[in-house]
């Protein structure tokens, strides 16, 4: 928070319950970064980008998820309203993930990162390889 000065002006608490403050402990914003921002959030987010998927499709498209992380993620953003749960009343049981208009905006803007990340990863790569040699030497 910054120091009040003569240009400060504090904003009302509605506003800031409403909004948000990442950087408060007990903001419940944290809540909705951790599961966006977790790496099987992220993935499960670029993976609905392409339209509705069955879990057993959205298994196979994200290489190394477990059947547990996946279900419990899909639990997370569907509660924070980014992913819609489809149930159809057939035998066997099926089931769609597909992204509410909020999750395609998250969606939207995790792909950001995550490309921008595969762009720079050469980049990041000399970094660890620096890091590696200097440990050595």
């Given at each position: 928070?910054?120091?009040?000065?003569?240009?400060?002006?504090?904003?009302?608490?509605?506003?800031?319950?409403?909004?948000?403050?990442?950087?408060?402990?007990a903001c419940p914003s944290r809540e909705v970064l951790k599961h966006?921002?977790?790496?099987?959030?992220?993935?499960?987010?670029?993976?609905?980008?392409?339209?509705?998927?069955?879990?057993?499709?959205?298994?196979?498209?994200?290489?190394?998820?477990?059947?547990?992380?996946?279900?419990?993620?899909?639990?997370?953003l569907e509660g924070d309203g980014l992913v819609k749960r489809t149930a159809h009343d057939v035998v066997p049981p099926?089931?769609?993930?597909?992204?509410?208009?909020?999750?395609?905006?998250?969606?939207?803007?995790?792909?950001?990162?995550?490309?921008?990340?595969?762009?720079?990863?050469?980049?990041?790569?000399?970094?660890?390889?620096?890091?590696?040699?200097?440990?050595?030497?």
């Open positions: 928070m910054p120091e009040p000065d003569d240009d400060y002006i504090p904003l009302p608490l509605s506003e800031r319950m409403q909004r948000g403050d990442l950087m408060a402990a966006v921002t977790s790496r099987w959030g992220v993935l499960v987010l670029i993976a609905l980008e392409s339209g509705t998927l069955r879990f057993s499709e959205l298994r196979r498209t994200i290489g190394g998820v477990s059947e547990r992380m996946l279900a419990q993620t899909l639990q997370w099926h089931v769609d993930y597909s992204l509410t208009p909020l999750g395609r905006e998250a969606a939207e803007k995790v792909r950001l990162l995550a490309d921008w990340i595969e762009f720079n990863l050469p980049r990041i790569a000399e970094g660890w390889a620096d890091r590696q040699n200097a440990a050595v030497d």
